[in-house]
């Protein structure tokens, strides 16, 4: 395979598309398969067997198209509209009316400069939910590949790295380490063995965007991979990717095969020197492998433990070699920074951070899904422009992002500009790209709660703080949702969160408190109602208020201002 | 020769090798650190966080067993929020397992009982999680009492490095952790164990013991492993 023949099989593909008069793309991904998408590619081939038309029009099942909330989805071209809330009945309009006679279907429609997508900036999910992510040609047709030759062909090892370093890229996984440097690291070791591992080990409660990206659109991890593994000097790649992610690893499997196959991965890359080779590993479902030093255990086969750092997985790695380890969508950012070019890059997003960062917006918020802004955008932004606001009327209280180890934010820091340090400063983090939205209904407390279970629930149990800490932590905080805490209970819960903050071994036991310390600083006086008065706000604790001054009526939700 | 670093400890000028760590260099110089995992002849884990230091220049604090000594390294072992975490790990401990000293072989030779004491324990602010752990009396020579167990791998590292047999690993998580041997068989039907009792000599609690042992009877000699690591390291074959 020659960067010819790339070309060549990328013209082809699209010679082959412009035979078609329609295209139908039919989203598959896990929200719109849920809601009935995957028997709806079915019924549009039927309908257009009927109507003598099957062969002028391609149907595909694509990944997220992002308006999960809104799904079923489905895209027509060439015309490029979307439909939202797709049902059977609808088929036969879309057909009649839209394919038959160019004549857009206006009740079903989403505009393309609608809310949700204005103020949208696609980098790592450009091609998602517009390729068939089964299909290598597709993606080539989209410039897929395009930039692994670029780099192979045209740019030295540090000409990348340089490249990377210049876009100012930082880790997409939630500790935002400059990822050139990273790169620049494990590319100046001098070692026969280094290998470049890929974190897709999502597991943030309400994270789905590693997910969406692997079933969407698995060529660009692969894209990106490989050309960190030629920039760093590896030839093998590990893609670590979590056991409930099935439709993720098959992709994955079909996606390294295909490359293969075309040689764009193995040996004698592009017909260079360049060999790279991609497994994948997959993960058996403990949190705590996502985090880099324990995920490397569990691919070498070992009981999946942190350990103390340093020494830097980009120093001693796995199986003690130099090891470049960065997350699904870092990769994913990889093949556009190395086609347009680092400065290109660093013209988006803030003065520290640069690019634009995918979130997974979930929780209480109309259009729940996946979307892509750059980096400063504010949170009100993204939750009352894109998100659509609070659905039924309700009152935002609080957006939560970086999962059990985040923060929540309340009203008064709605227009906070998202970027790793503005969301640090009021003692949240960007973590890696979950923000789930709250209203009234939700009790922080019972937040706190819910987080400090699973931090408990997922604890390895090596170092003492997290393995009891974390137990002794949810103890006072279910004692306090079920209205039996003391103000001693408080003290103890605040001296001890800073305690397993400070002492705990690697960052889940680091982090593990951050969600109680930060509703303790923006929401305290709830806690204080749960102690004092056994009172819960949003009525969720189950709590009638016994000891409240002022009886409140216990069947409808009270309203409070929060300060 | 290996290059030598000079540091800080605790207002003491101190140099110490290289590949020292910052819990072999205080030692060396009289400097004591309270630690639970560390014991000397074994591989560091870093695990029960006792050995936490300041390092000036640093926000975090480092377990001092697997940190390694640093050119002009400032290092504080005690300060009032060490010794507050300390003994809220001591604190930790005590409520998560079921320590009750009085009916325990080791009473009076017990780490864990010692550092308690040392750092100042006189209650448990938390709440007793009264566990309902197992008793394992399968083997013929030893017992395993996992209510004593405070998860320190002592046991899993020496008979991995020192014995070979690799009998002993953790399996669960988090506060359901617990060691076993083989595949989580009773001990009793293990197949790699070899019967050395090396496990129940590196033990810092009583939660492995030689059987027949009345209440606070047991008390424990360590110097085989300074002679094995000697031997296998320095091809010194003498007891010291």
Known sequence: MTLEELYDIGQGFREQLSAFKAEIHVCGSGGCASSGSLHLKEAFEKGCEARKIINDVRIITTGCMGLCGAGPLVRVHPSDSLYIRVQQDDIDRILDSHILKDKVVKDLLYPNDGPFFAKQMLIALKNMGRIDPESIEDYIAHGGYEALAKAITYYTQEGVVLEIRNSGLRGRGGGGYPTGLKWDIVRRVSSAEKYVVCNADEGDPGAFMDRAMLEGNPHAVLEGMAIAGYAVGATQGYIYVRGEYPLAIERLRKAIKQSERLQILGNRILDSKFNFRIDLRIGAGAFVCGEETALIQSIEGQRGQPRPRPPYPSQVGLWGKPTLLNNVETFANAPAIVLNGGKWYSRIGTEKSKGTKVFALAGRITNTGLIEVPMGTSLRDIVFEIGGGIPDNGEFKAAQTGGPSGGCIPIQHIDTPVDFESLTQIGSMMGSGGLIVMDQTSCMVDVAKFFMEFCKDESCGKCIPCRVGTVQLFRLLEKMTKGEATDQDLDILEELCVMVKDTSLCGLGQSAPNPVMSTLHFFRTEYDQHISEQYCVANVCNLHGKNRAVADDSETVPRTEET | ?240
Not at chain 2, 142 to 170: K, P, Q, S, Y
């Open chain 2, 1 to 240: 020769m290996e290059e030598i670093r000079t540091l800080t400890i605790d207002d003491n000028l101190i140099s110490a090798t290289a590949s020292s760590s910052i819990l072999l260099a205080a030692r060396e110089h009289g400097i004591e650190i309270p630690t639970l995992c560390h014991l000397d002849g074994l591989g560091d884990i870093g695990a029960c966080r006792l050995c936490i230091v300041e390092i000036e220049g640093q926000n975090k604090l480092q377990p001092a067993c697997v940190t390694r000594v640093e050119e002009n390294m400032v290092v504080k072992t005690k300060s009032p929020r060490l010794d507050k975490y300390r003994r809220m790990i001591v604190e930790l401990l005590f409520a998560e397992g079921n320590h009750v000293c009085s009916v325990c072989v080791v009473n009076g030779h017990c780490e864990l009982q010692d550092i308690g004491y040392s750092v100042g324990m006189d209650f448990v602010r938390f709440e007793y999680l009264h566990q309902d752990k197992r008793v394992d009396a399968t083997h013929e020579r030893f017992v395993l009492d996992h209510n004593r167990c405070i998860l320190c791998t002592r046991c899993v590292r020496v008979c991995d490095e020192i014995e070979g047999a690799h009998t002993w690993d953790i399996a669960g998580r988090g506060i359901d952790c617990f060691v076993i041997t083989d595949l989580a068989t009773e001990w009793g039907a293990s197949t790699s164990c070899t019967s050395c009792g090396k496990c129940t000599l590196v033990c810092p609690t009583g939660a492995l013991f030689e059987k027949g042992k009345p209440v606070t009877s047991l008390s424990r000699n360590r110097d085989f492993l300074q002679y094995i690591v000697n031997a296998r390291e320095k091809h010194e074959w003498f007891k010291k």
